[in-house]
């Protein structure tokens, strides 16, 4: 299976990353209950859902690795949670920022028109709205 990086799911995988095709971390289904569960839309669906995903990550490093010591190798789940935490903080405040800079533009302006041909309207207005 090819993940298709034009779909939201797709790039969810991007962000937490979950590219390996053949060894993926969560199934389509999967990332599409995180896209379900977050709010908003475009961008801000997408890192939010992949916050909650890099989430359930940190919780299950943290649980099955703890930290293990053999004679050469040593892990630390806990530690690798606390990345992938910070890693979904980060998201959810990108998140928020392009949230507020869509409110910053959605909406309207209200411009000043006046009907040439009604009382107060300079004469001279007239003329180009006629000519």
Same mark, same amino acid.
Do not use: H
């Given at each position: 299976?090819? #993940? +298709?990086?034009?779909?939201?799911?797709?790039?969810? *995988?991007?962000? #937490?990353?979950? =590219?390996? /095709?053949? $060894?993926?971390?969560?199934? @389509?289904?999967? #990332?599409?209950? %995180?896209?379900?569960?977050?709010?908003?839309?475009?961008?801000?669906?997408?890192?939010?859902?992949?916050?909650?995903?890099?989430?359930?990550?940190?919780?299950?490093?943290?649980? =099955?690795?703890?930290? #293990?010591?053999?004679?050469?190798?040593?892990?630390? &789940?806990?530690?690798?949670?606390?990345?992938?935490?910070? *890693?979904?903080? *980060?998201? *959810?405040?990108?998140?928020? $920022? $392009?949230?507020?800079?869509?409110? +910053?533009?959605? &909406?309207? @302006?209200?411009?000043? %028109?006046?009907?040439?041909?009604?009382? &107060?309207?300079?004469?001279?207005?007239? /003329?180009?709205?006629? &000519?």
């Amino acid at each position: 299976m090819a #993940i +298709d990086y034009d779909t939201d799911v797709g790039r969810v *995988r991007l962000l #937490i990353p979950d =590219v390996k /095709e053949t $060894d993926l971390l969560f199934t @389509d289904v999967q #990332i599409a209950a %995180f896209l379900a569960m977050a709010r908003g839309s475009g961008t801000v669906l997408v890192k939010r859902a992949a916050a909650a995903a890099l989430e359930v990550v940190a919780s299950s490093e943290a649980m =099955v690795f703890k930290v #293990i010591r053999t004679q050469d190798l040593t892990t630390d &789940g806990a530690k690798l949670s606390d990345a992938l935490l910070a *890693r979904a903080a *980060r998201l *959810r405040q990108e998140a928020d $920022d $392009d949230e507020d800079n869509d409110a +910053d533009d959605a &909406g309207f @302006d209200v411009l000043d %028109f006046r009907d040439p041909y009604r009382r &107060g309207f300079p004469a001279e207005a007239a /003329e180009w709205v006629e &000519g």
